[in-house]
């Protein structure tokens, strides 16, 4: 057993503790070269936002001086050191408000603005943030206490990303997008927070000296500090619920549109389904294929029944704006649709509107009208005086005349058309 425990004993390979304080302190301060990196990683940060950079914004990450005053202030906390506290909340104050002014400042100039998956990803913090943040935490401190600090730390900053919401706020204040502000500072408070509780607890654990012997004040630090957890983890904890429904409700959408229409061979090539809304909507838009009303209400029925209760389903056609906006989905997901196959449908969506799609009703007309020969059917546009286009039913046909006033009504009723034109061609 004693070889178990000192198999993951920390005391084990560990620094001075009066070097790692000192260590500890001169990283605290924000002056000079300290506050030139921070601006520098600062428009890193933005820039790689701003363009959905991934690349651009781990090393921003890495770049990031930002850990300094937080792991300061765990130390302060774990050896009650109020100078030290005060010390690095100051600092860490001023790196917040440098940062937010910068990356702010940046987004307000910056002429794109649009709402990229690298910065959504930063406004809607959950428990799974909590958890990044106090094990990476846990990590930068063991390597901070370490003779051998190893290759922790730059993972450690990748994993804890301070950088990229502190950035996405200032997004929020340039914009005026409150919503994105407080969601991003929230997370930008969830890793300062959980890292210094990780730190306070390695601290504790390495029984680094006290700088106080008042009982009465660790308990009331450990009261606060644990009330401050209370209140940094039921908020992420509904938020993470929240996306536990959303991410299952996208789940039974797609297998809903799975089963109802790409079994059937239509061919799906836009898809929008949005959660945050009530109802609750799934925008879908096919190559060729067209639904009647009662089709869409069809479906819509459906909805409740295979567990999308609250929901609407809009089926995009004949929208002018749905072309553009159904490229730039395909362009997204890099699917083998072009603009050439948009097109194609879009033409086999107007000529749809000048076919008569009834293969009975010639027959009918043979049985009915035995005297009319040569009879030809379809639709064709009309401009009357207004220039407003309107299709109208033509049927062309010869041989002896027939009750036109009784064709025309049944034609209309036949077909629910109400613009009928015959043109008997036997009599010009």
């Keep these: 057993m004693n070889n178990i425990f000192n198999f993951i004993n920390l005391h084990n390979g560990e620094e001075r503790k009066d070097k790692v304080l000192e260590n500890v302190t001169s990283n605290i301060s924000f002056r000079g070269s300290n506050l030139w990196i921070l601006a520098c990683a600062i428009i890193i940060a933005s820039i790689g936002l701003n363009v959905n950079s991934t690349a651009v914004i781990i090393g921003a990450m890495l770049i990031s001086p930002l850990m300094g005053p937080i792991v300061g202030a765990g130390f302060a906390l774990g050896t009650y050191n ?3 506290l005060k010390k690095s909340f100051k600092n860490l104050l001023i790196a917040t408000v440098v940062s937010l002014l910068v990356s702010g400042f940046y987004f307000y100039i910056s002429p794109f603005k649009d709402v990229q998956s690298e910065l959504l990803a930063r406004t809607a913090p959950n428990i799974y943030d909590v958890l990044i943040a106090f094990f990476g935490g846990l990590v930068g401190v063991i390597a901070i206490t370490r003779v051998e600090k190893g290759n922790p730390i730059p993972g450690v900053a990748i994993a804890t990303a301070l950088m990229p919401p502190l950035c996405t706020a200032g997004f929020g204040l340039a914009t005026f997008n409150f919503s994105y502000f407080i969601g991003a500072f929230y997370l930008y408070s969830i890793n300062c927070f959980f890292i210094c509780i990780a730190t306070f607890l390695v601290v504790k654990y390495l029984h680094y000296p006290s700088s106080i012997v008042d009982n009465k004040y660790e308990k009331r630090i450990r009261y606060s500090i644990s009330l401050l957890i209370l209140v940094m983890i039921v908020p992420s904890s509904y938020l993470a619920y929240n996306l536990y429904n959303e991410k299952k409700f996208t789940k039974t959408a797609e297998l809903f549109l ?3 229409f790409e079994k059937n061979g239509y061919t799906l090539i836009y898809k929008k389904i949005n959660y945050n809304v009530n109802p609750k909507t799934i925008d879908v838009a ?25 929901t609407k389903i809009n089926i995009r056609q004949n929208n002018s704006d749905l072309k553009s906006e159904i490229l730039s989905e395909i362009n997204k997901n890099n699917t083998n649709l072009s603009e050439k196959d948009i097109a194609l449908s879009s033409l086999r969506s107007e000529l749809d509107n000048y076919k008569v799609s009834d293969s009975t009703l010639g027959k009918e007309i043979q049985i009915l009208y035995p005297d009319m020969s040569g009879v030809s059917y379809g639709k064709i546009a009309q401009y009357p005086e207004t220039d407003s286009a309107r299709l109208q039913f033509v049927m062309i046909y010869s041989g002896k005349k027939v009750n036109e006033i009784q064709l025309k009504s049944w ?3 036949r077909l629910n058309e109400k613009n009928v034109k015959l043109l008997n061609i036997s009599e010009n």
Excluded: R
């Excluded at 009662?294 to 567990?307: T, V």
């Design 411 to 413: 034609l209309e009723k």
């Design 258 to 260: 799975q089963k109802e």
């Design 286 to 310: 096919f190559l060729n294929k067209k639904f009647t009303t009662e089709e869409i209400k069809s479906y819509n029925k459906m909805l409740s029944d295979n567990g999308l209760a609250n």
């Design 82 to 84: 109020f100078p030290l």
